[in-house]
């Protein structure tokens, strides 16, 4: 099940402050935004996803030289990716590490990034080795190798955006349990981050992938809709573009039910026939067994530890 770590070390936030501190020590209202993301996420991603999607069929696959215009357009999303990235990044999150520019500049950057990007995706794209055999399956096999290269783009945008998001979201208590004990006790509104607590996250999250996110993959990739190189292209750019300006402006959204909210409105664009319904319960079932699974498991090992150390 493609569940949400953000909406787990919610739940289990919550539900170590329910019980080690009290009832009223959280802020509901952060956790009833959070709810409301659990519908308003996935439908964003997934009408970005689907007007991504419509937008190919048309100025691409519904023409008489898909090939052609394949190689015409496709350079243009792949600037568009690396704009969108680029100027969060520029905007929001450099800042961080103390690169500092106005809002002029970043625009003007992201610009020049955005049109670097499209010209070395034109130019990968002819040196492609297509087939040149004169059928109407192979002029679409040829466009989907087009496509499989901005899908490397794309691959990339959606796990800068999960770094973004979920990592920071997983480490988040540990940099903050780490400064209250480099302080002495004193808890403070910022503090630093600790530079080892980065590498530690960024262990981690490739660690996870290597061993156990095949079946998750399997999930995302094929059992929800049928996924070619355009249609899966069009889910990750959606879900990146979502995910990055949700990180920048803060809130703690899910990557993954922004990503199944986009692989979702691919598969609407092709007709509700083409989206596995059974999966799709399955995975909002989890979605919402998530949060109060975190608050018991976190409930429990905390009055186990408690009883052990008491």
Same mark, same amino acid.
């Given at each position: 099940?493609?569940?949400?770590?953000?909406h787990s070390? @919610?739940?289990?936030i919550?539900?170590?402050?329910?019980v080690?501190?009290?009832?009223?020590?959280?802020?509901?209202?952060?956790?009833t935004?959070?709810v409301? #993301?659990?519908i308003?996420?996935?439908?964003? #991603?997934?009408f970005?996803?689907?007007?991504?999607?419509?937008?190919?069929?048309? =100025?691409?696959?519904n023409?008489?030289?898909p090939?052609?215009?394949?190689?015409?357009?496709v350079p243009?999303y792949m600037a568009?990716?690396?704009?969108?990235?680029?100027?969060?990044t520029?905007?929001?999150?450099?800042? $961080?590490?103390?690169?500092?520019?106005?809002?002029?500049?970043?625009?003007?950057?992201a610009?020049?990034?955005?049109?670097?990007?499209?010209?070395?995706?034109k130019i990968?794209?002819?040196?492609? $080795?297509?087939?040149?055999t004169?059928? *109407?399956?192979?002029n679409?096999?040829?466009v989907?190798?087009?496509f499989?290269?901005?899908?490397?783009?794309?691959?990339?945008?959606?796990?800068?955006? %999960?770094?973004s998001?979920?990592v920071?979201?997983?480490?988040?208590?540990?940099a903050?349990?780490?400064?209250?004990?480099?302080?002495?006790?004193i808890? #403070?509104? *910022?503090s630093?981050?600790i530079?080892w607590?980065?590498?530690l996250g960024?262990?981690?999250?490739?660690?996870?992938?290597?061993?156990?996110? *095949?079946?998750?993959?399997?999930?995302i990739?094929?059992n929800i809709? %049928?996924?070619?190189?355009?249609?899966?292209?069009?889910?990750? =750019?959606?879900a990146?573009?979502?995910?990055?300006i949700a990180?920048?402006?803060g809130l703690?959204?899910?990557?993954?039910?922004t990503?199944v909210?986009?692989?979702?409105? @691919?598969?609407?664009?092709?007709?509700?026939a083409a989206?596995?319904?059974?999966?799709?319960?399955?995975?909002?079932?989890?979605? @919402?067994v998530?949060?109060?699974?975190?608050?018991?498991l976190s409930?429990?090992f905390?009055?186990t530890? *408690?009883?052990?150390?008491n």
């Open positions: 099940w493609p569940v949400s770590t953000t070390i @919610v739940g289990a919550i539900g170590f402050a329910a080690g501190v009290g009832p009223d020590s959280g802020d509901w209202s952060q956790v935004g959070i409301g #993301s659990w308003v996420t996935p439908a964003i #991603s997934g970005i996803a689907f007007c991504i999607f419509q937008s190919v069929q048309k =100025l691409i696959f023409t008489d030289n090939l052609a215009n394949a190689k015409r357009y243009f568009f990716a690396g704009f969108v990235m680029s100027l969060v520029i905007t929001k999150g450099l800042k $961080h590490v103390g690169f500092k520019v106005s809002t002029g500049e970043a625009y003007m950057l610009i020049v990034i955005a049109v670097l990007i499209g010209i070395a995706g990968a794209i002819s040196r492609l $080795h297509l087939s040149s004169p059928s *109407k399956q192979t679409f096999n040829n989907e190798k087009v499989a290269i901005l899908m490397l783009m794309t691959a990339c945008c959606m796990a800068f955006a %999960h770094g998001n979920d920071a979201n997983a480490i988040g208590p540990l903050a349990v780490v400064s209250v004990v480099n302080s002495g006790g808890i #403070s509104a *910022k630093p981050l530079w607590i980065l590498p960024g262990l981690g999250i490739v660690l996870g992938l290597a061993i156990f996110g *095949k079946r998750v993959m399997q999930t990739g094929k809709t %049928h996924l070619t190189p355009s249609r899966g292209f069009a889910a990750e =750019l959606a990146a573009s979502t995910v990055v990180s920048g402006t703690p959204i899910s990557t993954t039910q990503l909210g986009a692989v979702l409105g @691919v598969g609407m664009a092709r007709g509700i989206i596995n319904i059974g999966v799709v319960r399955n995975i909002v079932v989890s979605w @919402v998530t949060l109060p699974a975190g608050a018991g409930i429990l905390f009055f530890i *408690k009883g052990i150390f």
